[in-house]
């Protein structure tokens, strides 16, 4: 007997319940590149790794985590300092999703910067990590670049600050100018 499932935007899976080929994802099911096998990011990564690009993604990335070590200013508050790195951290995905090309090489920068600020801090790495600054941040996108400004001022606990969302901002166009700037300097084959 065969199954169907209904899923949001009425995406329909079918399946079977001796698992034979267990899931059919049907054309215009709304799944690009739904097709992509395992086989296919197998020789992916083997593609990537030959060709120098692992090694070198894992050099963007720990350099990423070096940059993101020293955005400590004079007069900086702790939880200035702290999201400070929250937004470095978030800018840098955007640059590394927009850098990187492949699936491969973005996840293995987006690794390698994360597994370096975990040696560097485990505090820091932690902080990194706040689900819902990130969630804040990508929703913020919605309403454009410059909300960021005032998602950063409210993370910093200051949301009226017109300074302070001015300064999330620029701070938000150099950490990701940063960032691209590193990944644009790799070279990547």
């Known amino acids: 007997m065969l199954h169907t499932r209904l899923y949001p935007a009425g995406t329909r899976f079918f399946a079977q319940p001796d698992g034979d080929e267990d899931v059919k994802i049907f054309p215009g099911s709304g799944f690009v590149g739904a097709e992509k096998t395992e086989d296919d990011g197998a020789a992916e990564f083997v593609r990537e790794r030959d060709n120098g690009n692992l090694e070198k993604a894992k050099r963007a990335g720990n350099k990423m985590a070096r940059r993101m070590r020293f955005l400590w200013r004079p007069g900086d508050s702790a939880p200035l300092h702290a999201q400070k790195k929250v937004l470095f951290a978030y800018a840098a995905a955007k640059a590394i999703e927009k850098h ?90």
């Open 100 to 189: 990187c090309n492949t699936s491969v090489l973005t996840q293995s920068v987006l690794s390698e910067f994360h597994r370096a600020v975990q040696a560097n801090s485990r505090r820091d790495y932690d902080l990194i990590q706040d689900s819902v600054a990130f969630t804040k941040y990508l929703l913020s996108e919605r309403s454009g670049k410059d909300a960021l400004g005032g998602v950063f001022a409210e993370l910093c606990k200051d949301k009226e600050n017109d300074k302070l969302q001015r300064k999330g901002i620029l701070l938000y166009y150099r950490y990701f100018s940063d960032c691209l700037m590193i990944l644009t300097k790799t070279t990547f084959q």
